[in-house]
């Protein structure tokens, strides 16, 4: 299983379902299955939304979350800065703090530590519904 290190905000955010979407920097592979790992090292809260900053650099209690990769959209970068401003914890700054101008947009089906979905599927719908209106139209691949 592939790992994919993120800030430890970030898998917060995850575990408890405050979000479903990254945006990234490298196309994902999508219907893969991946082990959720904090990285505090590259970590600027000044990029998250003040109400999520109290995760900045917070391992503790995190366990071994793992996630499918249920689809993604290529998008431009100011495409996914409005994703992260709307549906993410990030700021619109996040996106633009990305090398290069292409990003991917990327939903997980996150399960915790016990492999149970952290979501119930009709929250886990809603919040990918809400992602997937702020994306152009065509953009999303899924598996």
């Known amino acids: 299983m592939a790992t994919l290190s993120i800030w430890p905000s970030v ?3 995850l575990v408890q379902g405050e ?10 592979a999508v219907g893969t299955d991946v082990e959720l790992r904090a ?9 998250l939304k003040p109400a999520y900053r109290r995760w900045a650099g917070d391992t503790a209690d995190l366990g071994r979350p793992t996630a499918r990769v249920v ?3 290529a998008v431009e970068a100011d495409v996914a800065a ?6 993410c914890i990030w700021t619109e700054g996040y996106a633009a703090a990305l090398p290069g101008s ?7 089906r996150v399960r915790g530590a016990g492999g149970d979905p ?12 809400g ?5 152009p139209d065509g953009a999303w691949r899924s598996a």
């Open 102 to 108: 292409r990003r991917w947009v990327t939903a997980l």
């Open 71 to 73: 689809g993604s959209a």
């Open 19 to 28: 979000q479903v979407a990254l945006v990234v920097d490298a196309e994902p």
């Open 118 to 129: 952290v979501l119930s599927d009709v929250a886990f719908q809603s919040r990918l519904q």
């Open 11 to 13: 898998l917060h955010a």
């Open 39 to 47: 990285d505090a090292g590259a970590e600027e809260p000044a990029l």
């Open 82 to 87: 409005k994703v992260a401003a709307g549906k």
């Open 131 to 135: 992602v997937l209106g702020e994306l």
